[in-house]
C-alpha cells in the first residue's frame, strides 16, 4: 500500500533491477538520490515506491504488490511505525483467540460503576465549558483561537457523557442515563437516541466493510459513479476529512427511515428535543450577542468539537495496516483488538475529554466506563501488548490517514486517490505536499 510520506534521501550506486519485481521504469547504471515512499514487507503484501534522480530529470518506479498484506516479522513492524507516525504496531492476533478471551483476562473492577467518578466527570464538562464561555467574552480577538479550542473540547467532553450513557455505563439508573445523555448532546445538537443505535451498530461491526457505521474505506464504485461525487469524495477524505463528522451527523441521525419501527418512537423524542434546543436557544443567544456572538459562542466551538469528533474516529480505526473486512472473512477479537487503535494526546485534551482515546479496552467491552479505561488498558497491555497499536498523536499519523488511507482494496486495504484519479486528486497533492510530517 503506498504511503507517500517524505524520508531523507540518500545517493548509493544504482544496482541492476530484476524485471519480476515490476518495476515500470528503466534504470540507468550511475549514481542516483533515491526517496522511498513505502517498503516492500518480506514475504507479505504491499506497495514499494521510490523517486530516483539523474541528473535534472526524476523518474518514478513503483515494486508492484507480491503477497499477503500483514506484517509478521518484528523489525518490518518497526520501520512501519516510523513511517505511519506509530509508537508500537501489533502483531496479527492469531485466529484461535476470541473476543471471550480476551475480555476474561480484564479485572472485574474496571466494569464496576462509581457514580462519585461518573458525576465527577460532569463537573469538570461543566466547569471548563463555562471558563471557556468566560474566556470568550473577555478575550481579545488574537486569542480567540485559544479560546475555542478550550471551549471546543470541553464541549467535546459532553459527547464523551452522553456517549457512555448511551453505552449504559454511566449510571446503574437507566432513566438518569437517558436523561443525562440527552441534555449532554443538547449543546453538540446531537440526537442522542439515533446516535445510540447507530453507534451500536459500529461497536459490534468494527472494521467491518459494508456493516460499520463509522469511518470506512471509499469504494471504489463510488469513485467510478459520478465526477460530482468523485471530487466532494476527494475533498471529504482528504482536507475536510477533520469535518468529516458534520455530514456523517447530518446522514445518519435524522432519517427516520434509518431505524427500525421498534427504534422511531425514542428517535422522535430525541429529534424534539434538538429541535427545541435550536428553536430556543440559537434566537437566545442571537437576542443576547447578536449574529456575530452566535457564531463566537456557539458555531466556532462547536466545530472544535467536530475537529477532535473527526479526528477521534479515523485514528481509532483507519491506518494503511489496519483490514476493513467482510462479514464472511470478519473476526470480532481481530477487529477489536488488532483493528483499533490506542492514541495518546496531550494531558489537558485527556482530561476534558475523560480518556476517550484510551479506546481499544472501549471496544473490548463497551461496559467499561470511561474513568476505567485507563486501568483497563494497562490490564490489556500486560496480557495482550504486542497485539496492540498504539501511537502518540502527531502529524505524520494524520498525514498518513488522509493522504494514504482512501479507496478499498482487499489485498492492500487503502489505495490513495491519486492512484485512482491522479487528474482529480489535486488535494491530496496539496496535503501530501504541505502537511507537516513530524512525530
Same mark, same amino acid.
Given at each position: 500500500?503506498?504511503?507517500?510520506?517524505?524520508?531523507?534521501?540518500?545517493?548509493?550506486?544504482?544496482?541492476?533491477?530484476?524485471?519480476?519485481?515490476?518495476?515500470?521504469?528503466?534504470?540507468?547504471?550511475?549514481?542516483?538520490?533515491?526517496?522511498?515512499?513505502?517498503?516492500?514487507?518480506?514475504?507479505?503484501?504491499?506497495?514499494?515506491?521510490?523517486?530516483?534522480?539523474?541528473?535534472?530529470?526524476?523518474?518514478?518506479?513503483?515494486?508492484?504488490?507480491?503477497?499477503?498484506?500483514?506484517?509478521?516479522?518484528?523489525?518490518?513492524?518497526?520501520?512501519?511505525?516510523?513511517?505511519?507516525?506509530?509508537?508500537?504496531?501489533?502483531?496479527?492476533?492469531?485466529?484461535?483467540?476470541?473476543?471471550?478471551?480476551?475480555?476474561?483476562?480484564?479485572?472485574?473492577?474496571?466494569?464496576?460503576?462509581?457514580?462519585?467518578?461518573?458525576?465527577?466527570?460532569?463537573?469538570?464538562?461543566?466547569?471548563?465549558?463555562?471558563?471557556?464561555?468566560?474566556?470568550?467574552?473577555?478575550?481579545?480577538?488574537?486569542?480567540?483561537?485559544?479560546?475555542?479550542?478550550?471551549?471546543?473540547?470541553?464541549?467535546?467532553?459532553?459527547?464523551?457523557?452522553?456517549?457512555?450513557?448511551?453505552?449504559?455505563?454511566?449510571?446503574?439508573?437507566?432513566?438518569?442515563?437517558?436523561?443525562?445523555?440527552?441534555?449532554?448532546?443538547?449543546?453538540?445538537?446531537?440526537?442522542?437516541?439515533?446516535?445510540?443505535?447507530? /453507534?451500536?451498530? /459500529?461497536?459490534?461491526?468494527?472494521?467491518?466493510?459494508?456493516?460499520? =457505521?463509522?469511518?470506512?474505506?471509499?469504494?471504489?464504485?463510488?469513485?467510478?459513479?459520478?465526477?460530482?461525487?468523485?471530487?466532494?469524495?476527494?475533498?471529504?477524505?482528504?482536507?475536510?476529512?477533520?469535518?468529516?463528522?458534520?455530514?456523517?451527523?447530518?446522514?445518519?441521525?435524522?432519517?427516520?427511515?434509518?431505524?427500525?419501527?421498534?427504534?422511531?418512537?425514542?428517535?422522535?423524542?430525541?429529534?424534539?428535543?434538538?429541535?427545541?434546543?435550536?428553536?430556543?436557544?440559537?434566537?437566545?443567544?442571537?437576542?443576547?450577542?447578536?449574529?456575530?456572538?452566535?457564531?463566537?459562542?456557539?458555531?466556532?466551538?462547536?466545530?472544535?468539537?467536530?475537529?477532535?469528533?473527526?479526528?477521534?474516529? &479515523?485514528?481509532?480505526?483507519?491506518?494503511?495496516?489496519?483490514?476493513?473486512?467482510?462479514?464472511?472473512?470478519?473476526?470480532?477479537?481481530?477487529?477489536?483488538?488488532?483493528? =483499533?487503535?490506542?492514541?495518546?494526546?496531550?494531558?489537558?485534551?485527556?482530561?476534558?475529554?475523560?480518556?476517550?482515546?484510551?479506546?481499544?479496552?472501549?471496544?473490548?467491552?463497551?461496559?467499561?466506563?470511561?474513568?476505567?479505561?485507563?486501568?483497563? /488498558?494497562?490490564?490489556?497491555?500486560?496480557?495482550?501488548?504486542?497485539?496492540?497499536?498504539?501511537?502518540?498523536?502527531?502529524?505524520?499519523? &494524520?498525514?498518513?490517514?488522509?493522504?494514504?488511507? /482512501?479507496?478499498?482494496?482487499?489485498?492492500?486495504?487503502?489505495?490513495?486517490?491519486?492512484?485512482?484519479?491522479?487528474?482529480?486528486?489535486?488535494?491530496?497533492?496539496?496535503?501530501?505536499?504541505?502537511?507537516?510530517?513530524?512525530?
Amino acid at each position: 500500500m503506498a504511503c507517500r510520506l517524505s524520508h531523507p534521501t540518500f545517493h548509493l550506486e544504482a544496482l541492476p533491477v530484476r524485471a519480476s519485481c515490476g518495476v515500470r521504469s528503466k534504470v540507468s547504471p550511475g549514481i542516483y538520490c533515491l526517496k522511498w515512499r513505502t517498503f516492500q514487507h518480506r514475504g507479505r503484501v504491499s506497495y514499494q515506491s521510490l523517486s530516483y534522480k539523474k541528473s535534472t530529470k526524476v523518474v518514478q518506479a513503483a515494486v508492484l504488490p507480491i503477497s499477503a498484506p500483514l506484517v509478521e516479522n518484528e523489525e518490518q513492524r518497526k520501520q512501519m511505525c516510523g513511517m505511519y507516525g506509530f509508537t508500537q504496531i501489533g502483531e496479527p492476533l492469531p485466529d484461535n483467540i476470541t473476543l471471550k478471551n480476551v475480555m476474561d483476562t480484564l479485572p472485574k473492577k474496571v466494569f464496576e460503576i462509581d457514580d462519585m467518578k461518573a458525576w465527577k466527570s460532569v463537573l469538570i464538562s461543566v466547569t471548563s465549558y463555562a471558563l471557556g464561555i468566560f474566556m470568550l467574552s473577555k478575550a481579545p480577538w488574537y486569542l480567540l483561537p485559544l479560546a475555542w479550542a478550550w471551549t471546543g473540547t470541553a464541549l467535546t467532553g459532553f459527547f464523551v457523557i452522553g456517549h457512555d450513557c448511551a453505552h449504559k455505563s454511566f449510571s446503574r439508573n437507566k432513566l438518569v442515563e437517558d436523561i443525562v445523555g440527552t441534555l449532554a448532546f443538547l449543546p453538540l445538537i446531537y440526537p442522542y437516541e439515533p446516535w445510540r443505535f447507530k /453507534h451500536d451498530r /459500529h461497536h459490534a461491526k468494527t472494521n467491518m466493510l459494508s456493516e460499520d =457505521t463509522a469511518w470506512h474505506p471509499v469504494w471504489r464504485e463510488e469513485i467510478d459513479s459520478s465526477p460530482v461525487l468523485r471530487k466532494a469524495i476527494i475533498l471529504g477524505y482528504g482536507p475536510f476529512r477533520p469535518w468529516m463528522s458534520i455530514a456523517h451527523w447530518l446522514m445518519w441521525h435524522f432519517d427516520l427511515k434509518k431505524f427500525r419501527p421498534a427504534e422511531v418512537g425514542r428517535v422522535k423524542i430525541s429529534l424534539a428535543c434538538v429541535f427545541a434546543f435550536i428553536a430556543i436557544g440559537w434566537p437566545l443567544i442571537v437576542y443576547k450577542t447578536g449574529i456575530l456572538g452566535w457564531i463566537k459562542f456557539w458555531f466556532m466551538p462547536w466545530m472544535v468539537y467536530h475537529f477532535w469528533m473527526s479526528t477521534f474516529t &479515523m485514528v481509532h480505526h483507519t491506518a494503511p495496516h489496519i483490514p476493513f473486512k467482510t462479514s464472511e472473512e470478519w473476526n470480532a477479537a481481530q477487529a477489536q483488538l488488532g483493528g =483499533t487503535v490506542h492514541c495518546n494526546y496531550p494531558r489537558w485534551i485527556e482530561i476534558l475529554c475523560h480518556d476517550i482515546n484510551v479506546h481499544i479496552p472501549h471496544h473490548i467491552s463497551s461496559k467499561i466506563p470511561s474513568y476505567n479505561l485507563q486501568q483497563a /488498558h494497562q490490564s490489556l497491555r500486560e496480557n495482550w501488548g504486542k497485539y496492540l497499536n498504539e501511537a502518540n498523536w502527531n502529524w505524520r499519523l &494524520m498525514k498518513t490517514i488522509m493522504t494514504t488511507c /482512501h479507496v478499498y482494496n482487499k489485498e492492500q486495504f487503502y489505495v490513495p486517490f491519486d492512484d485512482v484519479s491522479p487528474r482529480e486528486s489535486q488535494p491530496i497533492t496539496f496535503l501530501r505536499k504541505f502537511m507537516p510530517d513530524y512525530t
